[in-house]
């Protein structure tokens, strides 16, 4: 299972490797940016799951 950063649906992701990893990016992503950042999990078998986001 993996784990994606993206600031809009349909930009393109930034693949982490565990939830820690992707909330801890995801902070530093939206301060830098000044915009919530999306978290999905994917999984081969079920697919993307959106998590949340990170303000």
Known sequence: MTYE???DPDD???ICATEAEARRRGRRRAARTRQPVLIYEMDDRHGERFIGTVD
Do not use: A
């Open 5 to 7: 950063l993206r600031d």
């Open 12 to 14: 393109l992701p930034i």
